[in-house]
């Protein structure tokens, strides 16, 4: 499963205006749900692989974070968590998984700088597994997999559930 976006994004995450709409509890369960969305992602029982074609912003960053192999384009994008910017606090879940996946000084620059990092950076970082020209984009993100295709589906979706269970969402079905 490839999950890339259009133009000059890869995901913007969640509509922070359309939000500020929402009662408390509606928006609180909305975030909730799409934990539970990138939750069944991280266990999907084939390989998952990001192409990054542009920003990768909050949830977008997230879903970066969940996928199986991630790619990013060399010229355009950057991942980004701006939550401390915009004066958002992370869920439990959320932080359990941004936790899980940075790690160290890496953790400190993106979460509680916001800094925006480009690919050459994140492939440093461990962010993503590789940078990619625009033209190779889509053909790196079909390679990257290459090892855990053809595996046993049911097996790779059981040893996936283990590997993330401590940042899967409270009451994940």
């Known amino acids: 499963l490839i999950l890339t976006g259009s133009d000059k994004n890869f995901s913007q995450g969640l509509d922070l205006e359309a939000m500020a709409t929402m009662e408390g509890s509606d928006a609180s ?12 992602l991280m266990i999907f029982p084939v390989p998952v692989v ?16 969940i996928s199986d192999y991630a790619v990013m384009r060399a010229d355009k994008g950057f991942f980004c968590l701006p939550e401390i910017d915009i004066r958002m606090n992370l869920i439990p879940s959320m932080n359990a998984l941004v936790c899980h996946k940075i790690h160290g000084r890496v953790l400190r620059d993106v979460l509680l700088t916001g800094k925006r990092v480009g690919s050459v950076d994140a492939k440093a970082m461990g962010i993503v597994d590789e940078s990619a020209e625009e033209s190779e984009l889509l053909a790196t993100a079909k390679a990257l997999p290459a090892a855990m295709m053809g595996k046993d589906r ?20």
């Open 50 to 65: 990001s192409a990054l074609n542009g920003h990768a912003f909050g949830l977008g960053a997230m879903i970066t974070l």
């Open 29 to 40: 369960s909305f975030v909730n749900d799409c934990m539970k969305a990138l939750g069944r």
């Open 154 to 173: 049911k097996v790779l979706s059981q040893l996936k559930t283990g590997i993330n269970q401590a940042i899967l969402p409270e009451n994940f079905e």
